[in-house]
């Protein structure tokens, strides 16, 4: 039979669906000290300090959202981290989670100095001396997030099905996730997919893209296909 829904003058579009996305990872952000709303260093760091006091017995202050184009060269430094943070290590990757912003403690938990090498696959900013600024790049982010406490399955779960919320605020229906797996120290979103499609959380249908190893080769495949196969269910599907 027919039904009719009277949208009362409002438009219905199909949803959008998004081909790149971390939704568990921008789940945590939110989760965490949000600077995405804002856009000046000085917005950040009073952000910062609020989220810091509030949280007064956390071992770190987490976060992220910050825009590069916020500080000259878009690099922001420790100093003024410090200023808000002295005691306690502070990681905050930026809005396309490339680079990250960090306090003189966190560089010092991570043993990162003048002589501390590049990593092949990123690099530290320094100062006109050699020290390390308080910005890493790419691959330079994990010698501190590496130190970071890992996060429970509940709060990976918990952070999905926020960032999903978020997403379909935006008319967001469906999504590819760009990075299924154990990738850097991000967290595998993996289980929380498919904890939320069997339960029936996840309301968004979700593609995931099984991540690739980069430092093995062709002897993965067998774990991939068998990850493929175990993970797929319902709306989320590891294809």
């Keep these: 039979r027919t039904r009719v829904v009277d949208l009362a003058g409002r438009m219905l579009v199909p949803g959008f669906q998004d081909a790149h996305v971390h939704p568990v990872w921008g789940g945590l952000d939110l989760m965490r000290c949000d600077l995405a709303p804002f856009n000046t260093s000085v917005e950040y760091l009073a952000t910062i300090a609020e989220y810091a006091g509030a949280h007064p017995d956390d071992e770190w202050v987490p976060g992220g959202g910050w825009s590069m184009s916020a500080f ?3 690099t922001p430094l420790a100093s003024d981290l410090d200023r808000i943070v002295p005691d306690r290590p502070a990681f905050l990757p930026n809005r396309d989670g490339h680079g990250a912003w960090v306090n003189s403690r966190a560089l010092e ?5 003048r002589d501390t090498p590049d990593p092949a696959d990123g690099r530290i900013e320094r100062d006109a001396h050699g020290a ?6 790419e691959g330079a982010m994990a010698l501190v997030n590496a130190l970071m406490p890992a996060e429970t399955p509940e709060r990976m ?3 999905l099905v926020l960032c999903q919320q978020y997403l379909h605020s935006f008319g967001v229906t469906a999504w590819q996730d760009a990075i299924v797996g154990s990738y850097g120290d991000a967290g595998d979103p993996a289980e ?3 904890a939320a499609a069997t339960s029936g959380d996840l309301t968004g249908r979700v ?4 991540w690739w190893d980069r430092g093995r080769g062709l002897e993965q495949i067998p774990e991939l296909i068998e990850q493929r196969e175990r993970l797929s269910f319902g709306r ?3 294809t």
């Design 236 to 238: 989320f599907q590891a």
């Design 192 to 194: 929380s997919y498919l």
């Design 157 to 159: 779960l918990e952070a």
């Design 207 to 210: 593609v995931g893209a099984l």
């Design 72 to 74: 000259p060269g878009g």
């Design 132 to 137: 390390p600024s308080g910005t890493l790049h």
């Design 109 to 113: 938990l991570a043993g990162i100095t």
